[in-house]
């Protein structure tokens, strides 16, 4: 089975940030937010990271239009103002990114960045999970104390497997 790490880079300091990416082996990191960049860790916006993450040896790669959180298109948020993640995943261009990222994940150690901490809330585990638990991708997701979780020891399961049945068959 091919596994897949997910980090938010939460209020982290690029040092801590970088130790956590250093003590998973990660080579490859791709930025699914929808808009790479942050105030609370201005290590992590769009202009600073990759240049960053060269020094570190990390190929950095952004893939937060298919695969971001907060699509342009008002089309897939639900009338709450809420993303529709069956809506996004059902879409051939999410459906792209996702091998895209799987392929690399089966070549390199790959980690999915978003800015949320907590991968429960995030749409790296909600919107891109189910998608890659369909090709057998495991997931395991780095906490800030630098643990890392599977998504079953995140006692989620209900959230998640909402999410799982709105999934499309292979």
Known sequence: MTTIYTIGHS?????????LLAD???????DTRSNPVSRYAPFSNHRTLPGLLEECDIEYMFFGGPLGGKPKNEAF???KGKPDYHKMRATEEFDEGVDIVASMAR???????????DPAQCHRLL???PAMEQRS????????SGEAQTTSQLGIHKKYD????GTLPL
């Open 11 to 19: 209020n982290h300091t690029w040092e801590a940030f970088a130790r």
């Open 24 to 30: 998973h082996d990660v080579e490859i990191l791709v």
């Open 77 to 79: 948020y639900d009338a």
């Open 107 to 117: 070549r390199s150690n790959v980690a999915l960045l978003c800015s949320e901490e």
């Open 127 to 129: 919107l891109i999970g």
């Open 137 to 144: 991708v495991d997931m395991l997701h780095i906490r800030a």
């Open 162 to 165: 909402k999410q799982r049945q």
